[in-house]
T-cell receptor, first 110, second 115 residues
Framework: AQRVTQPEKLLSVFKGAPVELKCNYSYSGSPELFWYVQYSRQRLQLLLRHISRESIKGFTADLNKGETSFHLKKPFAQEEDSAMYYCALSSLYGNNRLAFGKGNQVVVIP | GAVVSQHPSWVICKSGTSVKIECRSLDFQATTMFWYRQFPKQSLMLMATSNEGSKATYEQGVEKDKFLINHASLTLSTLTVTSAHPEDSSFYIC???????????FGDGTRLSIL
């Protein structure tokens, strides 16, 4: 079974402060990890994908298989980062079925 | 590119009505689409995988006779909530990957309210 855990529900940070959203997963196969973001009144959209190893909008996330984690980080939060963030997992070789974490609401305080 | 469109965006109807929600891939073909359900302040729960030209694959606990899925073409999947009741009120979201090993693109979602 695929399971994704995002412990904090709401995270408030000041503009310019670092942001870290924790994501841990449980999966017996080879996982592919994602971070999706949902801005106010917009659809869910892909932020990061672990196999791409990219930095998007200043966010990075590294897959740590030993700790089964895929934490999302940004060194300096911006107001436009206020959004809902979901960590998600699928099989690396599978059929694209996604399991989502419960999500983190990030509020960046000006 | 890779836009997924859902229709309607909001529907309110009486208990006992059947409601159809459409999910379209506008600029790509999707042999597979996915339907999710999201309760307020909760995460997305995968309901079923819609397979073009064959039966949908339902997740454990999802009633296939309640949530009918049809994927008759490479750009359209429909979810019909049959004989809807207030407990079926929720936010329904579809997604589709634009290609093999591509991440899923999501629709805007459909807010279903059953009175």
């Amino acid at each position: 079974a695929q399971r994704v855990t995002q412990p904090e529900k709401l995270l408030s940070v000041f503009k310019g402060a670092p942001v870290e959203l924790k994501c841990n997963y449980s999966y017996s196969g080879s996982p592919e990890l994602f971070w999706y973001v949902q801005y106010s009144r917009q659809r869910l959209q892909l932020l990061l994908r672990h196999i791409s190893r990219e930095s998007i909008k200043g966010f990075t996330a590294d897959l740590n298989k030993g700790e089964t984690s895929f934490h999302l980080k940004k060194p300096f939060a911006q107001e436009e980062d206020s959004a809902m963030y979901y960590c998600a997992l699928s099989s690396l070789y599978g059929n694209n079925r996604l399991a989502f974490g419960k999500g983190n609401q990030v509020v960046v305080i000006p | 590119g890779a836009v997924v469109s859902q229709h309607p965006s909001w529907v309110i109807c009486k208990s006992g009505t059947s409601v159809k929600i459409e999910c379209r891939s506008l600029d790509f073909q999707a042999t597979t689409m996915f339907w999710y359900r999201q309760f307020p302040k909760q995460s997305l729960m995968l309901m079923a995988t819609s397979n073009e030209g064959s039966k949908a694959t339902y997740e454990q606990g999802v009633e296939k006779d309640k949530f009918l899925i049809n994927h008759a073409s490479l750009t359209l999947s429909t979810l019909t909530v049959t004989s809807a009741h207030p407990e079926d009120s929720s936010f329904y979201i579809c997604s589709a990957p634009p290609g093999n090993n591509q991440p899923q693109h999501f629709g805007d979602g459909t807010r279903l309210s059953i009175l």
